[in-house]
């Protein structure tokens, strides 16, 4: 088991960068898929990037986004860069080892563990 705590969110204007952490409690979370979802509330749950196995972004943060690893902190970085409005929502880290290169990487109800979230406000 895992317990996954982010940080990084806040309040950025439009075309403004943050970087979001996800940090495990111990180095099993270097052997799992940990991706990002976020979520606006009455909507869906998106995924937003992924890592593990192969890296995946959703189309709509293609070319802005960065998801990278560092094995010696445990932790999952999102560099978030030309935040638009539409960015705004609760970004939430999930891991999960039986999702390591997985073809379901975007599917949210499969990760088992994840963290409390982070929130992301991008004013215009």
């Known amino acids: 088991q895992v317990q996954l705590v982010e940080s990084g969110g806040g309040v950025v204007q439009a075309g403004g960068s943050l970087r979001l952490s996800c940090t495990g409690s111990?180095?099993?979370?270097?052997?799992?898929?940990v991706a990002w979802f976020r979520q606006v509330q009455g909507r869906e749950q998106e995924f937003v990037a992924s890592?593990?196995?192969?890296?995946y972004y959703a189309d709509s943060v293609k070319d802005r986004f960065t998801i990278s690893r560092d094995k010696d902190q445990y932790t999952v970085y999102l560099q978030m860069n030309d935040l638009q409005p539409d960015d705004t929502a609760i970004y939430s880290c999930?891991?999960?080892?039986?999702?390591?290169?997985?073809?379901?990487?975007?599917?949210?109800?499969?990760?088992?563990?994840w963290g409390q979230g982070t929130g992301v406000t991008v004013s215009s």
């Open positions: 999930a891991a999960d080892n039986t999702m390591y290169g997985s073809v379901y990487y975007g599917t949210a109800r499969r990760y088992r563990y």
């Open positions: 890592i593990g196995g192969g890296i």
């Open positions: 111990w180095s099993a979370i270097n052997n799992y898929a």
